[in-house]
């Protein structure tokens, strides 16, 4: 037998089981065929034997009435505490975009053009200008959307974030007061482009002036203003617009009119008619007295001198239309134009004939241009995007004009 020295006291690296097993190994405790008592549950004349760490779920509770409880479903999630995150992520209800808010009440093409609702901005022009072409005005629409919107990109793999800007949008403004569209094109850009038109046709450019001039109208039908003022002088610049292309089309006209001298005097002559600036109607009429001599009018180009002269010319101008008087005298016509300057009269659009005073004619309801009758119905030549004639309740550019 091993002393206790030799064995060291070694308790700790023996295991459990084993002590227990040989502390009964001497003292006559051998194994007895019983039942261990711990393992049985009296109940009554039944002894129900159960297993170690199981319990009968069947019979859990049936005496005391623990049924099943019918709760509300708001219950059944249980509350996370402050310093836990909630499991599920509800997310918020959406709201109405912005851009749909423009529309809800907007009479005025431009917003819904900006909002882009084209359809309706399209309708809008029709029943209020007339407007059928919608050619010229489909870079319009797109310009008016993009910049009335910013554009936010987030991932890679995410779509970009489309922003409504709202006119004069500040971080103190309420989130519940939704402003109007914040439009890419203003009436101040439009003076510009009248200046650089202005410039053009000083120049002798009259294509580039044409260009800029449509430009002009075809831009103004989706233009907002703040101010009955404003409207008036939108108003205007159609009218000054308008008297420009026709007679810069008719200036084109004559340039390609080579072979045709009498028609050439007569779309001169028409061109003086036009309600221009100063410096272009003297332009125009010394460009009128110097073909209408040419081509042996010499009664006409005398009065083309005298309203040059009437006109305030520059030096070489006043003398140039003194010389022509005096070279004219008493001389006649040559050729009969069709042309009576003693007769008012307005430029057809179309044909370019004199339409006198007195005579039918029908006109553009968004432009105002004058037409012989049988234009009716027809896309206007002078804005290119109205129809002659068509009914049309008239221009709207400001919220004072629905007031």
């Keep these: 037998m091993r002393g206790i020295v030799e064995g060291g006291l070694d308790i700790s690296g023996r295991p459990a089981h084993d002590e227990e097993e040989a502390s009964g190994a001497d003292w006559g405790d051998e194994d007895m065929d019983l039942v261990d008592v711990e393992r049985i549950i009296?109940?009554?004349?039944?002894?129900?034997?159960?297993?170690?760490?199981?319990?009968?779920?069947?019979?859990?509770?049936?005496?005391?009435?623990?049924?099943?409880?019918?709760?509300?479903?708001?219950?059944?999630?249980?509350?996370?505490?402050?310093?836990?995150?909630?499991?599920?992520?509800?997310?918020?209800?959406q709201g109405m975009p912005v851009s749909q808010i423009w529309i809800q009440k907007s009479s005025l093409a431009g917003e819904h053009?900006?909002?882009?609702?084209?359809?309706?901005?399209?309708?809008?022009?029709?029943?209020?200008l007339g407007i059928q072409n919608f050619a010229p005005l489909k870079h319009i629409f797109m310009e008016l959307q993009m910049g009335s919107h910013t554009y936010l990109p987030p991932f890679p793999t995410a779509p970009v974030i489309s922003i409504a800007?709202?006119?004069?949008?500040?971080?103190?403004?309420?989130?519940?007061?939704?402003?109007?569209?914040?439009?890419?094109?203003k009436f101040l850009q439009m003076d510009e482009k009248l200046k650089a038109a202005y410039k053009a046709t000083?120049?002798?450019?009259?294509?580039?002036?044409?260009?800029?001039?449509?430009?002009?109208?075809?831009?103004?039908?989706?233009?907002?203003?703040?101010?009955?003022?404003?409207?008036?002088e939108v108003k205007e610049l159609i009218e000054i617009s308008k008297e420009y292309v026709v007679g810069l089309k008719m200036e084109v006209k004559r340039k390609e009119t080579r072979d045709d001298p009498i028609r050439q005097q007569e779309l001169a002559a028409y061109f003086t008619n036009c309600k221009l600036q100063k410096i272009h109607t003297r332009l125009v009429l010394s460009s009128a007295m110097t073909i209408c001599f040419k081509g042996g009018n010499y009664t006409t180009a005398a009065n083309f001198?005298?309203?040059?002269?009437?006109?305030?010319?520059?030096?070489?101008q006043a003398k140039k239309a003194r010389q022509v008087l005096q070279a004219c005298g008493d001389k006649e016509d040559?050729?009969?134009?069709?042309?009576?300057?003693?007769?008012?009269?307005?430029?057809?659009?179309?044909?370019?004939?004199?339409i006198y005073r007195g005579q039918k004619d029908v006109s553009c309801p968004y432009c105002w241009a004058r037409f012989v009758p049988t234009i009716q119905g027809q896309l206007c030549t002078v804005c290119e995007i109205a129809v002659v004639g068509a009914d049309a309740s008239g221009l709207l550019c400001s919220p004072t004009q629905m007031r």
């Design 113 to 128: 053009a900006a909002a882009g609702n084209f359809d309706m901005a399209m309708r809008l022009l029709n029943r209020q």
């Design 202 to 232: 000083t120049e002798g450019k009259f294509p580039e002036a044409l260009r800029l001039f449509l430009n002009i109208l075809h831009t103004i039908p989706v233009l907002v203003v703040d101010s009955r003022r404003e409207v008036d």
């Design 42 to 93: 009296p109940n009554g004349d039944i002894d129900v034997e159960v297993d170690d760490g199981e319990v009968d779920d069947e019979n859990d509770g049936a005496g005391w009435d623990l049924e099943d409880l019918e709760l509300p479903p708001e219950v059944e999630t249980p509350v996370a505490s402050g310093s836990t995150r909630a499991s599920v992520f509800v997310s918020p209800t």
């Design 334 to 354: 040559a050729h009969r134009l069709n042309y009576d300057y003693r007769n008012p009269f307005v430029v057809c659009g179309a044909t370019f004939a004199p």
């Design 165 to 185: 800007v709202e006119k004069g949008w500040t971080e103190s403004a309420s989130p519940n007061v939704r402003g109007p569209p914040s439009l890419v094109f």
């Design 305 to 316: 001198a005298r309203m040059l002269l009437e006109n305030g010319p520059t030096e070489a």
